[in-house]
């Protein structure tokens, strides 16, 4: 088992990916081949998924698109990590990345971006999904598919025309509906389905963005959304139909809807307070100018004084 950072600074050994290496934390563990030459990566955050991960990766792997698998795992005390260095033993295009704690979806989703990006060989498009089958394996293709059209982010939506969720309890259909009506009415997004977490990434797009994004759970759904649209990168949405999960429970907690709302609160604040900023240093900037040379004549003044 090696280090994050050196298993980074072993396999890449120009100076600037050992710079990437450095920027992602000492203690988290990685194992598995660095070098795979992979265009497609699928990034599989896991937190006890022990009963659903071994079946999710065979039905990838039978694809037959041949990806990168990153599972990034917290340490999960139900031995999913187990289960995937068994499969390992199976398939060598399964990397694991161990993180020491529970750190949350936003963190494990980001540290996986960093980490794709700094490869020797970095994956041209990302997919990222739920590894309890709530997101069906056979959609990969389709959102590759979008993606290779010129999307820079395609996600897979509940919400536009011929999307839908099943089996899944009103209060979590409540729940899901609440955060996208937030989402889009107090930040003014127009994606409909704004929290979807199957979705295809470009290299273009993640590059751009990675460092922007500071999300801890969640929250980082609509991030990536908001850095995406921000910066006028093509955005698309395509039908799926959203299955609960049958194994394991879900980690969306009292905490992490606190997250979600205090990621809303504060990126509306922020909206609130630039605009006026940006108007007054506008409006009166003449008169911040007479200030400040006010201000340089008194100090000259000063100087001859002394
Ligand atoms: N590494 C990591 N993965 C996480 C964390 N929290 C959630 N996940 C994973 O992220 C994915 C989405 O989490 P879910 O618990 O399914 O959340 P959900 O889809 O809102 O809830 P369900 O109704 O159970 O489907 C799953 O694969 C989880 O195992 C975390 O803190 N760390
Ligand atoms: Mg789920």
Known sequence: MKNLKEALISNTQSEKENEKGRALPEN?????????????AILLPTYCEAGNVARLIEEIENLGINPLILVVDDSSPDGTANVVRHLQNKY????????????????????SFKFLLSLE?????????????SHNPRDIKRLLHVAKKGYNLVIGSRYCKGGKAENWSPIR???????????????????KD??????CYSKALLKHIVNDLHSHTYEIQIE????????????????????????????????????????IAKTKFRSYISVPQQLFVKKFSPIYMVLMRNYAEMLARLKNLM
């Open 28 to 40: 988290y563990v990685i194992e598995g081949n660095l070098r795979i030459k992979s265009e497609v």
């Open 92 to 111: 060598s295009n399964i990397v694991l990345i161990i993180r020491p704690s529970k750190r949350g979806l936003g963190t494990a989703i980001t540290d």
């Open 121 to 133: 060989h970095p994956p041209k498009y990302v997919i990222t999904m739920d590894a309890d089958f």
């Open 173 to 191: 259909v409540l729940i899901s509906k609440i955060a996208n009506f937030i989402a889009s009415v107090l930040l003014g997004l127009s994606t």
């Open 194 to 199: 704004c929290t979807s977490g199957l979705r």
């Open 224 to 263: 990536t959304i908001r850095c995406a649209t921000n910066k006028g990168f093509y955005i698309a949405e395509l039908p799926i139909t959203f299955t609960s999960r049958k194994i394991g429970k879900s980690k969306l907690t009292f905490n992490e809807i606190k997250n979600f709302l205090g990621y």
